[in-house]
Nanobody, 119 residues
Framework: DVQLQASGGGLVQAGGSLRLSCAAS????????IGWFRRAPGKEREGVAC????GVTSYAESAKGRFAIYSDGAVLLQMNALKPEDTALYFC????????????????WGQGTLVTVSS
């Protein structure tokens, strides 16, 4: 079974940093991607960043220049210069094929980790 475990969320002041971790196992695809998504209160789920099994990365406009996704065993999302609008429940997910930030491209989802950024 595919298992995805997100961790690393917490409360941070605006301008601070957090690093989220996604531990993935049982991925059934040879060519796959792992993406980070978030859902803020009252908003739709949106893609934040992804990394493919070939090391290709992609970022949402809101994440460019502030967030970095990389693989170190787990898939990590380093979030810097956090803003109150980054407050959300963050999920990691996996799907086959190259990087993309549409939820429909992903088949397996983990539980979320809450990020709260205070002003």
């Amino acid at each position: 079974d595919v298992q995805l475990q997100a961790s690393g969320g917490g409360l941070v002041q605006a301008g601070g940093s957090l690093r989220l971790s996604c531990a993935a196992s049982g991925i059934p695809f040879d060519d796959y991607k792992i993406g980070w998504f978030r859902r803020a209160p009252g908003k739709e789920r949106e893609g934040v960043a992804c990394i493919s099994s070939r090391g290709v990365t992609s970022y949402a406009e809101s994440a460019k220049g502030r967030f970095a996704i990389y693989s170190d065993g787990a898939v990590l999302l380093q979030m810097n210069a956090l803003k109150p609008e980054d407050t959300a429940l963050y999920f990691c997910a996996t799907g086959s094929g190259g990087c993309g930030l549409w939820p429909s491209e992903y088949n397996h989802w983990g539980q979320g980790t809450l990020v709260t950024v205070s002003s």
